[in-house]
């Protein structure tokens, strides 16, 4: 079952979109504005929004913009011909597809259809991405187990230790120094950091490199700091 919520401040056109959807199966949400749209997303687990432009209160426009900024459920525009510029803002500000009025039912349906199949591919795609697996070479944290392994041998960490190599790994070849990552790790000023951080540095070097004198993965950029990266 989708949840998917119709706005626009047009009755006629929510009943309308209601009857063409109304085969499928979907649990159909209704908004007036844009402002109401945003309290159904809030409260409800919303998997698509058909969004008119022009509303009042908030438009459809604002009321995307706003949807992007902590959500990427599909969202599809209600447009008039005339509304052409509006079109391409709503689509540049991170709308997915637009349908131009009046609607012909058959193309309703299957650019909602569409637009279900790609968001559930991409919720299906990022769950096997485990976003809380990090990985470089033969290198592997797990977040949420709180564990490392090499080459699939789990390697005992301290926990200052496992927090530095998961900033760096979180980040792979972007360069940190002392200072950063005691501030970001041990979350106190770095007064200190560049003689504390080397030692878990080296630590670490120890623990996952094959040759710590000449690490692969876990590398000094000298008069700059630290980063994780796999290359040779």
């Avoid at 591919?121 to 290198?139: D, F, M, R, S």
């Avoid at 944290?141 to 041998?153: Q, Y």
Wanted: glycine content about 6%.
């Amino acid at each position: 079952m989708y949840n998917i919520l119709i706005c626009d401040d047009e009755q006629d056109i929510v009943n309308a979109l209601k009857i063409y959807l109304s085969g499928g199966d979907y649990c159909l949400f209704e908004a007036s504005n844009g402002r109401e749209a945003l309290e159904v997303v809030e409260k409800n687990d919303i998997h698509l929004i058909l969004m008119d432009i022009m509303m009042p209160q908030l438009d459809g426009i604002a009321a995307t913009a706003k949807l992007r900024e902590k959500s990427n459920v599909p969202i599809i525009l209600l447009t008039a011909k005339s509304e052409s510029s509006d079109k391409v803002l709503g689509l540049n500000i991170g709308a997915d597809d637009y349908i131009t009025k009046p609607f012909d039912p058959v193309e309703v349906l299957a650019r909602v259809r569409s637009q279900l199949r790609r968001y559930t591919q991409l919720g299906a795609k990022k769950e096997e991405e485990k976003p809380n697996v990090y990985t470089v070479g033969p290198i592997v944290l797990d977040e949420e187990k709180k564990s490392v392994t090499v080459d699939g041998d789990e390697v005992a960490l301290t926990p200052i230790e496992f927090n530095i190599l998961r900033l760096l790994m979180k980040n792979p070849g972007r360069i940190y120094s002392s200072a950063q990552i005691y501030e970001l790790v041990w979350k106190e000023d770095s007064l200190g950091a560049e003689t504390s951080v080397s030692v878990h540095i080296r630590h670490l070097r120890q623990k996952l490199e094959i040759n710590p004198s000449e690490p692969r993965y876990l590398k000094v950029v000298w008069g700059l700091g630290y980063k994780m990266e796999d290359k040779k």
